[in-house]
């Protein structure tokens, strides 16, 4: 039901986006809206098609912000204007998106890209016209390097395959075998597992990279369960496809093989443990946030997402993302006490701190990446219910793409 | 040679998941020529269904799954009824614009209805069992695809070769004009035929929830593996189907096995590789 109010609600502001455009696209006075004492926040999400349900985590998690801490900042009203860029096959339309609400809706900063090509594609675009973008969660690597604009608040893979394997190094794993989607976030696992992982005395048996959409894993982990290693690390795409791999792996016994399951956190995200189920059990995942983290953030977080989308649902780790990119947002406006000026919201972006439901997090002023907290779980049934439970803590990972000491 | 057995016998019930997600498809468009890209959509209305049956209902997946086969059939019956035959005669493009639309709509329905999220379903213990079988163990829900897919197969391919609906919906669809001038009620006959190809679609829906998940997008999203199932097959028959899905399911897990740096290319290869050597399918009725 609150789905239907909620898209009820968004099918209007879109009528009367649609309306206000018709009425002002032929004024031509491009200053019209920039100095316009507001702060107007371009959203690129996949809103429909197979991505629609993450698309709606972030909105949920951009409107629970709002709800703590107000549409104002700085004196300045915030304006939201939500953009459909349909999933991951669609960098070219993620690239026009961005130019169109930087045009003609006169956005201030983008908020978005759920996926590695989007953001890749409008990179050279946000240089161009010097706007930021805070980057929702694409986390392959080298995004942040492909435009000065760029902020990330979300991951990046390297950090949670690195910090897994070097975890998996040093907690008496000696042979492990890799198993990745074959796309940029899937050589990025892999690579950093490895590295990790015999940097600290582990020896890889055997990798093998899947297509990216394949339901059927099960010929691939016979071959896995032939090999004998100690460990499967194991990243895919999220969605049906992980929960299809989580099943498949349970159904071959992994565990009972001797075989533990490791991993990246997204594999195993909060809404995907009930269609997992038994599946989890044991499995082993590095990542920045779960459910059952407690810090006085959090548990706002989860209370007023549920006062605001119904006690049954839950919010996920981009929910949290889309928050924490909204408080970077607001933090960096009331720092620069209303100002909008690229450079001026760059700089206060870089070496931000905010107390985010997932821990304390920072803005690499270096990197202008993220640098935050990378907890290691384990699949456990708490009070009837699968969830991954937190047991070690590595504080402050940094992307390791980027030090060039690795 | 365990490992082999093992990935062959997965691949065989990959391969009935395909067949059981395609056979309705093959009623529909392989007999009755009717290009029904609405296919996923149906199958997707049998997911939904079932989950609703056993989540909220409490009813068991194994009563869920007849009554969607019903549900769905009486469905498909009364659009067949109400729209879809006048379709019968118009252009193949008209009939896949109205059909795709449909889907969309449909798609968008079941959004509306359920939300984008993927749906969970219950499902008896003994599906995630480990049954031996040939020395090797397979999981329960993979043996009960492979022995309700031999079910449909057998059944259907009895009805079709060897029974007198079957004659007759073989001959309404080669000559309507002729079949009709000898007394066959060429418009009941399809309106069954087709409630038997959306019941059909609805139940390997409902069936495939397990392996490939239920979101709103289930409408499209397996609607090339299927159509590429029909097509290898060839229309008109039941036995070409079920050999296509055995073999592209087959193929697929000893490649993944043996090759996996050939990917997602496979399987597209091997579909063309076959339409090239027979062009009408493997079991395909030249008219």
């Known amino acids: 039901m609150a789905h239907l109010v909620s898209s009820g609600i968004l099918g209007i502001r879109a009528a009367m986006l649609a309306a206000i455009c018709l009425c002002f696209g032929s004024l031509t006075a491009s200053e019209a809206f920039a100095m316009d004492g507001k702060l107007t926040v371009g959203v690129i999400l996949p809103l429909s098609g197979a991505f629609a349900n993450e698309g709606q985590q972030y909105e949920n998690g951009i409107a629970v912000f709002q709800k703590i801490y107000g549409k104002t900042v700085a004196g300045l009203p915030v304006e939201t204007v939500s953009r459909d860029d349909q999933g991951p096959g669609s960098g070219d339309l993620a690239r026009r998106l961005t130019q169109e609400l930087i045009v003609r809706d006169k956005a201030d900063v983008i908020v978005g890209y759920s996926f590695t090509p989007n953001a890749m594609s409008a990179a050279t675009l946000l240089t161009e016209v010097k706007k930021p973008a805070i980057i929702i969660n694409a986390a392959t690597s080298i995004i942040t390097e492909k435009s000065p604009y760029f902020v990330r608040v979300s991951w990046t893979l390297p950090q949670a395959a690195a910090t897994l394997g070097d975890w998996a190094a040093k907690n008496g794993i000696k042979t492990a075998y890799t198993m990745v989607s074959d796309y940029a976030p899937g050589i990025d696992a892999e690579t950093w597992f490895k590295k990790a992982f015999t940097a600290g005395g582990g020896k890889i048996v055997g990798e093998v990279r899947t297509p990216v959409t394949t339901m059927e894993y099960a010929p691939y982990l016979q071959r896995v369960v032939e090999a004998k290693p100690d460990a499967l690390f194991a990243f895919n795409p999220g969605g049906d496809v992980s929960v299809a791999f989580m099943k498949a792996a349970h159904e071959r016994n992994l565990a009972g093989n001797g075989i533990k399951l490791l991993v990246t956190g997204d594999v195993v995200e909060d809404n995907s443990l009930q269609l997992i189920g038994d599946g989890l059990d044991g499995v082993i995942s590095a990542h920045q946030y779960q459910i059952g983290l407690v810090n006085p953030e959090n548990e706002r977080f989860i209370k007023v997402y549920k006062e605001l989308f119904g006690a049954d649902t839950s919010p996920n780790f981009r929910a949290v993302q889309a928050y924490d990119a909204m408080a970077l947002l607001y933090k960096a406006v009331e720092k620069t006490g209303g100002k909008l000026d690229a450079p001026l919201l760059m700089d206060a972006f870089k070496g931000e701190k905010l107390n985010s439901p997932r821990g304390p997090i920072e803005i690499d002023p270096q990197t202008r990446d993220i640098v935050q907290n990378i907890y290691i779980r384990k699949g456990e049934k708490v009070n009837g219910h699968w969830q991954n439970v937190a047991f070690e803590t590595y504080a402050a990972v940094s992307d390791p793409g980027k030090s060039p000491a690795k | ?287």
């Open chain 2, 1 to 287: 040679m365990s490992n082999i057995i093992t990935v062959v016998i997965d691949g065989i019930a990959y391969g009935m998941l395909l067949f059981l997600l395609a056979v309705g498809l093959s009623v529909t468009l392989g007999l009755m020529r009717f290009i029904n890209l609405a296919h996923g959509a149906f199958a997707m209305g049998g997911g939904y269904l079932a989950v609703t049956l056993t989540n909220r209902a409490g009813l068991p997946f194994l009563a869920a799954l007849p009554i969607t086969f019903v549900a769905v059939g009486l469905v498909g019956l009364v659009l067949e009824r109400s729209g879809i035959r006048h379709l019968y005669r118009v252009s193949a493009l008209r009939q896949v614009l109205f059909t795709i639309g449909f889907a969309f709509a449909m798609s968008a329905f079941a959004t509306i209805l359920f939300g984008p999220q993927q749906q969970p379903v219950r499902l008896p213990l003994w599906f995630s069992a480990r049954v031996p079988l040939f020395g090797v163990e397979i999981a329960g829900y993979r043996l009960f695809l492979i022995i309700v897919g031999a079910i449909i197969a057998t059944t259907l391919a009895v009805l079709v070769d060897h029974t007198l609906w079957g004659a007759r919906i073989r001959a309404a669809v080669d000559n309507r004009r002729a079949a009709e001038g000898i007394g066959i009620s060429v418009e009941r006959l399809f309106a069954i035929t087709f409630g038997l190809g959306t019941g059909l679609a609805g139940l390997g829906g409902a069936l495939s929830i397990e392996f490939l998940g239920l979101d709103p997008t289930f409408a499209f999203k397996y609607l090339t593996i299927v159509l590429m199932v029909v097509a290898i097959g060839g229309a008109g028959s039941i036995e070409g189907p079920i050999l296509a899905a055995l073999f592209l399911g087959v193929a697929d897990g000893l490649f993944k096995y043996f090759l996996p740096e050939a990917g997602s290319f496979v399987i597209f290869g091997l579909f063309v590789t076959v339409l090239v050597f027979f062009p009408a399918g493997l079991k395909g009725r030249t008219t």
